[in-house]
């Protein structure tokens, strides 16, 4: 090879496009490639869907999640499962980031813009709480676009199988996806952009990988839908956490932008089908990137601040007007730069200038790729089994047992060696309303009911915490009792981290519960409710009703919250305040009996209530213009035969 040649190969290999693509692929790439097992709320989630997919569940009969058979990849844990999977969903990220950003590389025409491109992709995404849903969102939407632009079928079949895979991840984006390539699909065919043997082909592809991986992953699509669905809208009253007013402030502002962006370029967009494609697209994914940061607007803000950028570079590189180009591009750098001044608001210590150096000088998959993992790995759960430990005497009676525990400490079942048997709602604060409570009630009362039950009284956002799974804890009155009580002695430190426990264990025979009495009331919001006295349990469902604006609010935000104050006999605890969750208050929760605490909870499963300290009274509010003032109370009185 002569002089003249090796000069040349090293210049293209050393080209400005291929710096700005390796930089910039190094920067995107995530440092770590397994997550680590743990204890506490998520990790036990994370290790609870490893164990209902090695148990081959059905998901959406035997499980109810919005979460798929392969969840894992977007947990990335690894506690029970192949490692194989993971790596290989790895690469082909690794291969969709390298197309698209070498696609936005190549349409760029200046060095400058292409050094500007890697500041913007440095500084303005992040690895923080990355969301694997939302980033196959994107990967989606480029590949439609970048079909619809080359008029090449092979795109296509890249966007089907994201919306496949997304859908057995997390069922509410992948069902997303899929119903926005059922219309890409037609409007191909309406525009003739397509033919319609393709369009017929595609689709019984799609369906029949569609209808196998539903088979081979266990998975009862149509359940799978319809309660993911419930889980979805009832999240919005469940677990919303209204959002710092600057930080609501700088997003409004973002989304302002985008609507004038939007005005301004108004006529070229109504007169272009491609562009009404596009920006509807573009516009549903901003929708649904908004509610997901802010329906629980705590670290969830991050994954919109961090991925907007994200979206308006599908816009800006995929638009071919000189103007629009002009403005969309004050909309990437304005939003870029507005989502790290809010996120440096909600994380002080966030240093962009850091976090930019350290993307690119840290081995992306360093784990993975320099051996470290398996090491981790084992030190992980030597551990987490010492923080676990179960005393001797309870591990003894478990052995070989189906157990479950409440309300979501899994991982302390997974670290002691227990056979774990799940509610199809796998944590007690995901049981959103009486419809997927009574699931795992039914599941309860059935013969597939564990032998034995590991409860602690606890909830999450200062919730009453025995008003979770109201209905379950009803039939566990009826069919478990108690054995004994103990103490996790070394827990990590963790706020909704349980230490306290009480065994319960099934039945031979269960009781009845009988209802002796029903009273209706109207209720006005702000009132004190005086609550009769019996010894019986009475169990209070609250008809709460949201008003036209509530409804508007619900869905554009999220919903107002309802709060009460219960007041009891106990002179040590006579009022205290806790979030009222309004779907689970329609199915009905116990209003008469304190049970605040793991021992209260124990006084009332071994006396049925009777040595409970009773409430007098009950206030909800407040009186706002997002609920209806009148409120239609039942109260209904059971005992235990």
Known sequence: MDLITVRTTLKKLFSVNNLVLFLSIIALLPKTTFLLPGNGVDP??????????????????DIILTYGPLGFLWTFSTTTLNTLLIILYNLFIVFCKIFIVKYFVDQLQSNISKVVLFIVIVFATTIIFQENAILLMVFFLFFIFYSNRTKSRWPVYIAGFIAIISFYIKMNTGLLLSGLLVIYILF???????????????????????????????????????????IIDKYNDAVNIPAPVNILIYAAIILSIYLLILIFNFRLIIFSKTRLLIYGFVSISLFVLFKYGFVRADMHMLTFFFNLVSLYALLYFFETEKRFKTTLLFGLITTGFLSILAVQIMIPGYDPVNMAIGKISKLPYSDLLLNEYPLKYKQAILIEKYRAKFPDKILQKLEGKKVDIMPWDISYLMFNGLNYTPRPVIESYCVFSNKLDQLNANMIGSNKAPDYLIYANGSIDNRVPFWDESLTKLRMLTHYVVEDKFRVTNPQPDLW???????MRKKSKANRLIEVGSHQYTYTVGDTFLIPKTQNLLYLYADFNYSAFGKLKRFLYQPNRMTVTLMCDDTNHTSTNYLAIVPIMKGGVLINKKVITTEDARLFFSTQGRENTDIKAACFSPKS???????TFTLKEYMVD
């Open 188 to 230: 191909q065919l309406y525009t003739k952009a397509e033919t319609l043997k393709f369009t017929v082909i595609f689709s019984i592809l799609y369906l029949s990988l569609f209808i196998v991986l539903a088979r081979f992953l266990h998975v009862s699509i149509l359940l799978y839908i319809l309660y993911s669905l419930e």
């Open 625 to 631: 213009i997002g609920f209806l003032d009148k409120v």
């Open 497 to 503: 981290l349980n230490s306290d426990f009480i065994l």
């Open 44 to 61: 036990s989630f994370f290790i609870g869907l490893d164990l209902i997919v090695k148990q081959k569940l059905v998901f959406g009969k």
